[in-house]
């Protein structure tokens, strides 16, 4: 009986050892989940933050990649997954902001549902137009739209898309009409925008950059607070007279909402410190992101900022009289 004893103290040093380590987080590789497809500006900015990230915890992040239905699928995947923190979010405008606004059987409820984490960067929308329109400037286009009110094609990447709403809350804004052009996906609506068969595309910087470098399609204004360095003489919507204007999607790491708020302690630390290193912030500015700021990159900050983003797209919805479908 005491031989039994003394096993069973000399074995706890080693079962507490045992039971502290099954406990540590994170201890495996955690799946992110990006709602879009590969080589996306999500996904772009999503692996920016988690190759770094990933160093910094000492385990891999690994993306996958599940579009469909407006990020809606990838969405719900999370949304649903375990709370563990192995699975989570990279969301966006699309899935966290339009969705909500728009589809009226959405599979999830974006402040019940998930646990923001921390916002890592913005993607402004820019004004394009095709080398064939005789505008030079956003006060040049409003002028034409002006003048031929509704007949100004402008594409988006489709009905219900961030730009879609940006675009609803430019007419609005600037009382004018156009002929709203949804396409299914950025890509669609290049070939078109170089012939000058639609005019006009609003759309995320990063995607615009391309065109604009090869003096395929300039970019004539950007909805942004201040200008781009990426894009000196372009000015903004605010520059054209439209007071406060500001447009875009963003990009945001965010866990199932029953994570617990060690998980959420953890990865909300892995993101700040990353995102405090020079080198990830220059990466985000390259490829044409506006980097988060530090208030955002705390779940308290990331919550106030998807409130608002949520508030501007039913604005937007109302003044297009668009309807959950």
């Given at each position: 009986m005491m031989w039994s004893?003394?096993?069973?103290?000399?074995?706890?040093?080693?079962?507490?050892?045992?039971?502290?380590a099954a406990a540590a987080y994170p201890d495996r590789p955690i799946r992110v989940i990006v709602p879009f497809a590969a080589g996306g500006n999500t996904d772009i900015l999503a692996r920016?933050?988690?190759?770094?990230?990933?160093?910094?915890?000492?385990?891999?992040m690994v993306i996958e990649n599940r579009a469909g239905a407006g990020g809606s699928i990838g969405a719900e995947l999370v949304a649903r997954a375990s709370p563990d923190g192995y699975t989570l979010l990279f969301g966006a405008g699309g899935p966290l902001t339009a969705?909500?606004?728009?589809?009226?059987?959405?599979?999830?409820?974006?402040?019940?549902?998930?646990?923001?984490?921390?916002?890592?960067?913005?993607?402004?929308?820019?004004?394009?137009?095709?080398?064939?329109?005789?505008?030079?400037?956003?006060?040049?286009l409003l002028g034409l739209m002006r003048a031929r009110p509704g007949m100004v094609t402008v594409a988006t990447p489709g009905n219900g898309s961030a730009a879609h709403l940006a675009l609803e809350l430019?007419?609005?804004?600037?009382?004018?009409?156009?002929?709203?052009?949804?396409?299914?996906?950025?890509?669609?609506?290049?070939?078109?925008?170089?012939?000058?068969?639609?005019?006009?595309?609003?759309?995320?910087?990063?995607?615009?950059?391309?065109?604009?470098?090869?003096?395929?399609?300039p970019i004539i204004a950007i909805a942004a607070r201040e200008r781009s360095d990426l894009l000196p003489n372009v000015g903004t919507f605010i520059e054209a007279g439209l007071a406060g204007f500001t447009a875009g999607s963003y990009g945001g790491l965010l866990a199932p909402s029953a994570a617990s708020p060690e998980v959420i302690t953890t990865l909300q630390a892995a993101v700040s410190a990353t995102l405090a290193e020079p080198a990830v912030l220059s990466r985000i500015a390259e490829v044409g992101a506006i980097p988060s700021i530090e208030a955002q990159r705390s779940p308290e900050g990331f919550t106030a900022f998807l409130r608002q983003e949520l508030a501007n797209a039913r604005r937007a919805a109302e003044l297009a009289g668009l309807r959950p479908g």
């Amino acid at each position: 009986m005491m031989w039994s004893r003394r096993l069973l103290l000399a074995a706890a040093p080693s079962l507490a050892v045992t039971r502290k380590a099954a406990a540590a987080y994170p201890d495996r590789p955690i799946r992110v989940i990006v709602p879009f497809a590969a080589g996306g500006n999500t996904d772009i900015l999503a692996r920016i933050l988690t190759t770094r990230m990933a160093e910094r915890l000492g385990i891999p992040m690994v993306i996958e990649n599940r579009a469909g239905a407006g990020g809606s699928i990838g969405a719900e995947l999370v949304a649903r997954a375990s709370p563990d923190g192995y699975t989570l979010l990279f969301g966006a405008g699309g899935p966290l902001t339009a969705n909500p606004v728009l589809q009226a059987r959405l599979p999830y409820d974006v402040e019940r549902d998930f646990r923001p984490i921390g916002l890592v960067g913005i993607l402004p929308m820019v004004c394009q137009i095709t080398p064939r329109l005789a505008a030079r400037s956003l006060a040049d286009l409003l002028g034409l739209m002006r003048a031929r009110p509704g007949m100004v094609t402008v594409a988006t990447p489709g009905n219900g898309s961030a730009a879609h709403l940006a675009l609803e809350l430019l007419m609005a804004n600037a009382n004018v009409r156009a002929s709203h052009v949804p396409y299914r996906g950025g890509s669609a609506m290049i070939p078109d925008l170089i012939s000058g068969a639609v005019e006009v595309a609003m759309v995320e910087l990063p995607s615009a950059l391309p065109l604009h470098r090869d003096n395929q399609a300039p970019i004539i204004a950007i909805a942004a607070r201040e200008r781009s360095d990426l894009l000196p003489n372009v000015g903004t919507f605010i520059e054209a007279g439209l007071a406060g204007f500001t447009a875009g999607s963003y990009g945001g790491l965010l866990a199932p909402s029953a994570a617990s708020p060690e998980v959420i302690t953890t990865l909300q630390a892995a993101v700040s410190a990353t995102l405090a290193e020079p080198a990830v912030l220059s990466r985000i500015a390259e490829v044409g992101a506006i980097p988060s700021i530090e208030a955002q990159r705390s779940p308290e900050g990331f919550t106030a900022f998807l409130r608002q983003e949520l508030a501007n797209a039913r604005r937007a919805a109302e003044l297009a009289g668009l309807r959950p479908g």
